[in-house]
């Protein structure tokens, strides 16, 4: 998977709309393609893959259901509700919206998502009810977004749905760099978590006769869920099954359940995969950039059918 | 490590720990959003500055101060002002903070720029995502400065530009949010032009500036006077040195308003509209650009300006009902054919029948938009002309047709 990933990015970094031989010395351009628009947009699109996999991986475990995502529990959605009013209510007035304050929206979207889903699971026992509601915390921010939408000028519509596809077009350092650190720190956090989440895995119970407080590692795996894909939302808008799509392939291909053995697989895979799709997105129809969340479903969900298909068909056998 | 998780306190000591390391991070990602920013300003200078600095014709530089000599007054415009310096040289400050240095071909850049965004002239590879700024080009003969385009072929309606693009001069390189930045570095852009719609994605500006491609944000929309929109042919003019050609455009089209005023007021009402993909009908807003050329045009726009409405929206959208109640005794209507294509009085009636019962679908007096209005911003004598040419029934119209005379 190591290979795989180092593969892809190589292809991110040496292919691209305009040809350059990275064998050969760069000249002033070729450089600047190079360093200041191909690898910053790699690097981004690596460790965004690898949280938004991980964020999912977390959703899943916790939900126990392999359709919790990111994407499905309303985190994208809440990024989106909060971007909507801030492009609407500062545009509206005259002003500008700032990458600064772009960010700050996204974050603050998601980590409300998070809060109403924090304390809805203080409340819901049920994991299946919890994940419902979830998904309706999704709808009403969605609901919230298309009521603003209503009184918003066509322009920020149209901006609107044109960040709602996510991307990685306008990756540039020392914003990448920002991406990375803070996605390191949450992978970190979720890497030291890992053997109370196998303990978990195997039933809240027997996490709880090993000593596992239950409730404050679910409270910490919700809170590492959002955290990762609120940043990625934050700087490449809301991209969808990356969070659902990566961990079923994974946990199928490795054949493994030990966190320690799978957080770094789902790290791997998630950076090859979206990698790889930034790299369709960006080149297929060259100039025309594909919206990122197309191609990660177009290639996303056929996968998660296809696997879904085997393993009733397995159950099925049995 | 499990026995970790079971102390609540120290599980509240970790995110405490890890909130603090969060926030310190996220101040990384503050500073790093305007660090970009001035970093990419100060880049587009270097450019400039190393660009000068490279050629082995000039001089080497003495210090080249800026003296101001005269702030030119608009004639309508707001949103920009020029001003001249000694040595020819011209900025502009545009309404939203940002400021251009114009350098003449073959002068100097200054030590201090002032803080201003250099372009040397001769500009030439521009890259225009602003489509209604073509017009402009065109009517100064600089479309050939132009080499890149932010939207498609089929696109554009200004026939210099389709030519162009279909001999090869005039390349498609990324709509606005998404520009094809590898080409517009190894093809030496010099200038980005841009729209308002790139302030909602400020991370394309700071890219482009970044690449050391200074970018220019047109608010010509943004101008409440059609005139003053018109007026941005002389930044574009003072950009490309045609100058002269572009106070020549502007004169020749405010002639025209000029030479209607003697008419008076028609005392006839008109209204324009689309309807939407969902079925709203999206209406011109009172006070906005057109209802302006309207009342040049000796007419009234059936919506009047809302004093308390700061926004900068120039539609507004209604269910029939409500727009029948407010425009259905419009003497005219003039539907937006360029945005919803329709060529007959059934088309407009079959999007919602209620039309059949306005005063000017009766009285016959039912108009389209046969050319999209923003390409043609460079033209607005000739549609207020065209406007008061329907108010009075008589001379022949460019951008207006009359539907129901076939």
Request: glycine residues 8%; aromatic residues 10%; hydrophobic residues 45%.
């Amino acid at each position: 998977m190591f290979v795989l990933l180092m593969t892809v990015a190589f292809i991110s970094v040496a292919a691209g709309s305009v040809s350059v031989n990275i064998f050969a010395p760069l000249s002033d351009n070729d450089s600047m393609i190079i360093f200041d628009i191909r690898m910053p947009r790699t690097l981004l699109a690596a460790v965004s893959g690898a949280a938004l996999a991980v964020s999912g991986y977390l959703l899943q475990t916790f939900f126990r259901n392999p359709i919790a995502g990111p994407y499905v529990m309303g985190i994208s959605s809440g990024a989106k509700m909060t971007m909507v009013l801030a492009m609407t209510f500062v545009v509206a007035s005259g002003g500008s919206m700032t990458s600064v304050l772009k960010i700050i929206a996204s974050f603050a979207g998601a980590l409300l998502s998070t809060f109403l889903i924090l304390v809805l699971s203080f409340r819901v026992k049920s994991m299946s009810v919890l994940l419902v509601a979830g998904i309706m915390v999704g709808y009403i921010c969605t609901a919230v977004t298309e009521f603003v939408v209503t009184f918003a000028d066509d322009t920020s519509i149209i901006s609107l749905h044109g960040w709602a596809q996510g991307g990685f077009s306008s990756a540039a350092f020392p914003g990448t760099y920002t991406a990375v650190v803070l996605i390191l720190i949450g992978i970190a956090g979720v890497f030291i978590m890992s053997k109370p989440i196998g303990a978990y895995m195997q039933g809240e119970k027997y996490a709880e006769s090993l000593g596992v407080n239950v409730r404050g590692l679910q409270l910490l795996m919700i809170i590492f869920s959002s955290f990762l894909s609120a940043v990625v939302t934050a700087y490449a808008g809301p991209v969808s099954f990356v969070g659902i799509a990566v961990p079923f392939l994974v946990k199928k291909l490795i054949k493994q359940s030990k966190p320690i053995i799978l957080i770094p697989a789902l790290i791997l895979a998630g950076a090859a995969f979206t990698l790889f799709c930034d790299i369709v997105a960006r080149l297929m129809f060259s100039p025309i950039e594909l919206s990122l969340s197309t191609v990660t479903a177009f290639f996303g969900a056929p996968v998660v059918l296809f696997i879904m298909a085997g393993r009733k068909r397995g159950q099925r056998d049995e | 490590m499990l026995r970790f998780f079971n102390n609540r306190r120290k599980i509240n000591n970790l995110i405490i720990t890890w909130t603090l390391l969060t926030c310190i991070s996220l101040c990384g990602c503050t500073g790093g959003g305007s660090f970009s920013v001035s970093e990419s300003e100060n880049t587009a200078e270097n450019v400039s500055q190393d660009t000068a600095a490279a050629d082995p014709t000039e001089e080497s530089s003495e210090t080249v101060a800026l003296q101001v000599t005269a702030v030119r007054e608009n004639a309508a415009a707001t949103e920009f002002s020029i001003t001249d310096y000694e040595g020819g040289y011209s900025s502009v400050e545009v309404s939203d903070g940002r400021k251009y240095l114009i350098v003449p071909e073959g002068a100097e850049v200054p030590e201090d720029t002032m803080g201003m965004t250099v372009i040397k002239r001769p500009v030439s590879n521009i890259y225009l995502a602003n489509s209604a700024a073509m017009c402009e080009f065109a009517e100064l003969g600089a479309v050939d400065a132009v080499r890149f385009s932010g939207i498609e072929k089929d696109d554009w309606t200004i026939y210099e530009a389709v030519n162009a693009m279909e001999s090869g001069e005039l390349i498609f390189c990324g709509n606005y949010g998404a520009p094809d930045y590898e080409t517009l570095t190894v093809e030496g852009c010099q200038l980005a032009v841009e729209n308002t719609m790139v302030t909602h994605k400020p991370e394309v500006v700071e890219k482009l500036e970044g690449l050391g491609i200074p970018v220019l944000i047109d608010r010509a929309s943004y101008e409440n006077d059609p005139m003053g929109r018109m007026e941005w042919i002389k930044v574009y003019g003072l950009i490309l040195g045609k100058e002269e050609e572009a106070q020549t455009a502007f004169d020749e089209q405010k002639a025209i308003v000029d030479a209607l005023e003697d008419y008076g007021n028609t005392g006839l009402t008109v209204v324009a509209c689309y309807v939407s993909a969902n079925g709203q009908i999206v209406c011109t807003k009172g006070g906005s650009s057109f209802a302006r050329m309207t009342e040049m045009a000796g007419g009234n726009y059936i919506l009047t300006a809302d004093e308390d409405d700061d926004s900068v929206k120039s539609t507004v959208k209604y269910g029939m009902e409500e727009f029948m109640t407010v425009a259905g005794e419009a003497d005219f209507l003039i539907y937006d054919s360029t945005i919803d294509h329709v060529d007959s009085l059934d088309d407009i009636i079959d999007r919602n029948a209620m039309f059949a019962n306005f005063k000017a679908f009766e009285d016959g007096n039912v108009w389209i938009m046969e050319s999209s209005l923003y390409q043609n911003s460079n033209e607005v004598g000739t549609i207020v002309s065209d406007i008061h040419s329907m108010l009075t029934g008589g001379g022949e119209t460019v951008h207006l047709k009359k539907l129901g005379d076939d």
